[in-house]
């Protein structure tokens, strides 16, 4: 029988905080009312990888991490404890950064195909005229190559700090089984598929049965020996056939609870068929933001991005005109795969195309395809609207597209196959990586798996679209931060005030503007959101260094003013000093300050309302690590920092303080009540509300708990507050868990020392 977990929480993993560390915090993670403990990746990495996500072995636990002996420690601590344990794999790629790390990738570089491990890659051999095209070598740098002998005696092939291996009896560059190129080739002469554009991820085929088996040895041996409960699957939407992977997986583990990482648009569903119990959460998370959004506050914030950008923002194509850029860019090798893939394919029915049709056709197709990727024949809708508004954008290739669209409407066609590998690489290029960046109107909306342009969700809508989330997966997981969100929950929550102050925002952001210019202001508002959310006046000494490491990261992922590869000195040095004039001009500390003093409260009642909906709506809550307190990370690397599990076990014990206490209390209080009473969190049904604050209530039935939020506090407290609001509670007496009181349902005594509850029956 498949164990299901009441709750997780994820611990990042590393060579600084190994499992070892992780098994002496998990008696405090028990008292904090956590099932199961959710791990990321483990499998041996990248020398010194921080994030466990570049693979290099498949047979072992990173030593780094803390080897098998640190699992079995780990997992029988949490045995002792009572709680699962849940692991992040990794089955797209593999890192190649550091090809003597990677046993497989030196093997192939040495041996080419004839490598016992050259089926793994996904190499287009034909490309690279029977090489795998290498893009390491700096601009005119080539006279940094150089031959010389190995530790083993076989000679080896140098760059700078770099080594590769060279074939048996040979001598020259020339004759090895790869080519070293300059870093610039990649765009255009990869003929390895990669995780998205990152050179040093080189993906594999686990759709082939030897490589799944050889891939998951040690996986398999988790469950065998009873060290792993469930998985997560990353990046599923670059594997050839997920479905046929999932089902692979479950007979591996016995049929585990498995999580996919998932990116659905809005609207999408993931397919029923899979063996999963569903995604990882940002479907949930985008709700959640949603409904404590001011729909109010779209209209003059959105006077003021145009007023920024001196033109008006069609989201959509902004999204189209950036995908198309990145299907043009960095990832246009993968569209010329594809290109020679459809010229096979025409060529054994007889037929021709032009090839640099075809790749425009292709390139316009993936800037159009309306969701991550299709999974044929399921979301052949979605490969038709690509079609239908491919057409309309660029009605000079209609004979292209009448040629590719049988191709790529069959399922067992190798470019059908690989064009739905590429359509997520280019969304989550296009869009998350870039757009995310370009579109400042609220960024707390600008999160992964979110529609900044839908800007809000009202009550009723959130209540439908939990039912159906009770109804079809029950136990997918929810979360409010993670890894790889660009900003932590609490930022997310102060921004989120900004749509009720969109007046006072707009003032303070003109006056900040004025006091430090930067050549974008619409990028300035981007910025000064973010240091909005993380800054307080008594901030962490580290909060310069993260901001100036944000606003680099962020300008540079836009893409619009500066970039990684070709970096704008001036526009740069001026957004730096507006970072600096957040620690150095009184000024801007003054707005900062007049701002913050707005914000703070009903910043707070968003944060414990979004941290309560999520800890108790339908599926299996996660704690991302430390978000039990203010949770107040940008993007990564950020977002990976150490936490203090100290201190938060000394605040759960009530030895010490700390201004996010309600917090964790709240935390602790619906993670101990969903895992010691399950049985009041199996359906879901709205309570209502009567009265003149009905409007500023969120509520809903589990089963026998009741969650209670308040939503748009600023204008809650502008109408006087709760008034004679009540909740229309089901029969019997009802009780707060999180204030021990009982409460007949009026709002206005039920909210006086929290802005959200947790009612039970008092029997």
Request: hydrophobic share 40%; glycine share 8%; proline share 6%.
């Amino acid at each position: 029988m498949t164990r299901t977990p009441h709750s997780t929480y994820r611990l990042q993993v590393s060579p600084d905080f190994t499992l070892h560390d992780g098994a002496r915090v998990l008696p405090y993670l028990r008292d904090l009312g956590v099932d199961w403990v959710y791990l990321s990746p483990l499998l041996a990495s990248e020398p010194g990888s921080t994030h466990g996500y570049d693979v290099v072995a498949f047979d072992h636990v990173d030593p780094e991490r803390g080897g098998e002996e640190g699992l079995a420690a780990l997992s029988a601590e949490a045995r002792r404890l009572g709680m699962g344990v849940l692991v992040d794999i990794v089955p797209n790629h593999v890192g190649v950064a550091t090809p003597s790390e990677d046993p497989w990738w030196w093997d192939v570089l040495r041996l080419g195909r004839g490598s016992e491990h050259a089926s793994a890659f996904d190499v287009d051999w034909a490309a690279g005229d029977g090489r795998i095209v290498i893009p390491v070598i700096g601009d005119d740098d080539e006279g940094s190559i150089t031959i010389a002998a190995s530790d083993t005696g076989e000679g080896e092939v140098r760059y700078h700090d770099q080594r590769f291996p060279m074939a048996p009896g040979t001598t020259t560059l020339e004759e090895q089984h790869y080519e070293l190129v300059n870093w610039r080739a990649a765009d255009e002469d990869l003929n390895y598929r990669r995780f998205f554009a990152v050179n040093t991820l080189a993906a594999v085929r686990v759709e082939d049965p030897e490589v799944f088996a050889e891939t998951h040895v040690e996986v398999k041996r988790w469950f065998d020996e009873g060290l792993v409960d469930g998985l997560r699957v990353d990046h599923p939407d670059g594997l050839r056939d997920p479905k046929r992977y999932l089902d692979d997986l479950a007979a591996l583990t016995g049929g585990a609870y498995v999580l996919v990482e998932k990116i659905l648009e809005p609207g999408e569903e993931l397919p029923q068929d899979w063996a999963t119990a569903g995604t990882t959460g940002y479907d949930a998370l985008a709700f959640i933001d949603r409904v404590l959004t001011d729909p109010a506050g779209e209209a003059p914030l959105t006077v003021l991005e145009d007023r920024l950008r001196g033109t008006t923002v069609d989201w959509h194509a902004m999204v189209h005109d950036n995908k198309r850029a990145v299907a043009d860019g960095i990832l246009h090798s993968e569209v010329l795969r594809i290109t020679r893939e459809v010229a096979r394919v025409l060529e054994t029915k007889g037929e021709k195309a032009d090839d640099d049709a075809v790749a425009d056709a292709i390139g316009e197709l993936l800037a159009c395809f309306p969701v991550y990727r299709s999974y044929l024949p399921e979301g052949r809708d979605h490969l038709d609207q690509a079609f239908a508004m491919a057409r309309e954008e660029r009605p000079e290739l209609a004979e292209t597209y009448d040629v590719l669209e049988p191709v790529l409407h069959d399922e067992w066609s190798q470019p059908a196959r690989r064009f739905q590998q590429t359509s997520g690489m280019v969304m989550a290029k296009g869009v998350e990586d870039c757009s995310f960046y370009r579109w400042s109107r609220l960024t707390s909306l600008n999160e992964v798996g979110g529609d900044p342009s839908i800007f809000s969700v009202g009550v009723d809508t959130f209540h439908d679209a939990m039912a159906v989330r009770q109804r079809d997966w029950p136990h997918a997981m929810v979360t409010l931060s993670t890894h790889d969100t660009k900003r932590g929950e609490d930022v997310r929550a102060r921004i989120t005030v900004l749509a009720e102050e969109p007046g006072h925002w707009e003032r303070a952001l003109d006056e900040l503007l004025r006091l430090v210019p930067v050549p974008d202001p619409a990028f300035g508002s981007l910025l000064w959101q973010a240091v909005l959310g993380a800054w307080t006046p008594d901030h962490l000494p580290d909060l310069p260094e993260r901001l100036h490491g944000y606003a680099e990261k962020a300008m540079r992922e836009a893409g619009d003013r500066t970039t990684w590869t070709e970096p704008d000195e001036a526009y740069e040095a001026a957004v730096h000093a507006a970072v600096d004039a957040v620690f150095t001009s009184d000024e801007v500390r003054e707005v900062l300050v007049g701002l913050a003093a707005r914000i703070d409260e009903p910043a707070q009642a968003n944060s414990l309302a979004a941290k309560l909906l999520a800890l108790t709506i339908p599926g299996v809550p996660d704690v991302y690590q430390g978000s039990e307190l203010w949770e107040t990370s940008l993007v990564d690397p950020d977002n990976r920092r150490p936490v203090d599990f100290e201190h938060r076990a000394e605040v759960l014990a009530g030895t010490a303080e700390d201004d996010a206490a309600a917090k964790l209390h709240v935390t602790c209080s619906a993670l101990t009540l969903r895992r010691e009473r399950p049985e009041l969190f199996t359906g879901y049904t709205p309570v209502t509300a009567a009265g003149d604050g009905a409007g500023h209530v969120l509520a809903y039935d589990r089963g026998g708990a009741i969650t209670v939020v308040t939503r748009l506090p600023v204008g809650l407290a502008a109408a006087g507050g709760w008034g004679g609001t009540v909740l229309d509670l089901p029969e019997g007496r009802w009780h707060d868990v999180l204030t021990r009181l009982d409460t007949d349902g009026r709002l206005d005594g039920l909210l006086a020392v929290h802005p959200v509850a947790l009612l039970v029956r008092k029997d």
